[in-house]
């Protein structure tokens, strides 16, 4: 998703917890073509930290004096079952999943304020906010996307009037992905915590999608193109919720 941005000509800074970013990034920064005016940086930081949080995204901002965009993708999984989940555990995962995702959202509206800038933001959710993933014990993980599809309903009507000295008007969309071929997903089938074939089966693509797939609803959401659209949960899962 941040590469489509770039391709589109964004200035994308790439924010996540570890201290230099995963060898990924630095394979999508090679691929970043001389005739795209955009680029990407690294940041690092810690969703769940508000000083931090505010810091780097306040000095983002300032470099341009403006911040049109937020992806807010940080999201950590725990397979347990709801009798054994420790209250330590479901305290650090929604720290991430809700508590974060709030922060950075709110470190940008704020910016986004401050220049008067209309802009636009897409919280990553998933579809798993919205049913329980049949045989997938998450509990925790499962209702920490539901309450970023509640957060966007909200945060969409905060902020989407336009005030009389120019700020507001931003517009906040979720978006719930199906099930997506990623690192961590592989560890579940790696750990027998989900079953490939089964997540396939439920598909009506008989497939498990990859990240490259979300790269347009990115661009969409964050651009003009989606210019009358707030508060809405963009579903893309295969089919997966419609059976």
């Excluded at 555990?89 to 991430?96: F, G, V």
């Excluded at 961590?184 to 999608?209: C, H, P, Q, T, Y």
Aim: proline share 2%; hydrophobic share 40%; with cysteine.
């Amino acid at each position: 998703m941040a590469e489509g941005l770039v391709e589109a000509g964004g200035k994308v800074h790439c924010l996540d917890i570890l201290p230099e970013p995963d060898k990924v990034f630095f394979r999508a920064k090679e691929r970043i073509s001389t005739e795209y005016s955009g680029a990407l940086e690294y940041h690092q930081v810690d969703v769940s930290n508000d000083k931090m949080v505010e810091e780097v995204i306040g000095d983002i901002a300032t470099k341009r004096q403006r911040l049109d965009g937020l992806i807010a993708a940080a999201g950590i999984q725990q397979c347990t079952s709801a009798l054994d989940y420790a209250a330590s555990d479901i305290a650090r995962m929604l720290a991430t999943n809700y508590t974060g995702v709030f922060l950075t959202a709110r470190a940008c509206a704020r910016q986004m304020y401050k220049y008067k800038i209309q802009g636009s933001m897409c919280l990553i959710a998933s579809m798993s906010g919205s049913i329980a993933n049949k045989g997938f014990i998450a509990p925790v993980y499962n209702s920490s996307k539901a309450a970023v599809i509640q957060l966007t309903r909200n945060l969409a009507m905060e902020w989407g009037r336009l005030e009389k000295d120019g700020s507001g008007g931003i517009r906040v969309n979720s978006l719930s992905p199906g099930h997506i071929l990623t690192p961590m997903v592989e560890e579940n089938f790696r750990k027998g915590e989900a079953d490939r074939k089964a997540w396939e089966e439920n598909s009506m693509l008989g497939r498990i999608s990859t990240p490259e797939e979300y790269k347009a609803a990115g661009l969409f959401l964050l651009s003009r193109a989606s210019s009358y659209m707030t508060g809405t949960n963009l579903v893309i899962d295969g089919g997966c919720t419609a059976w």
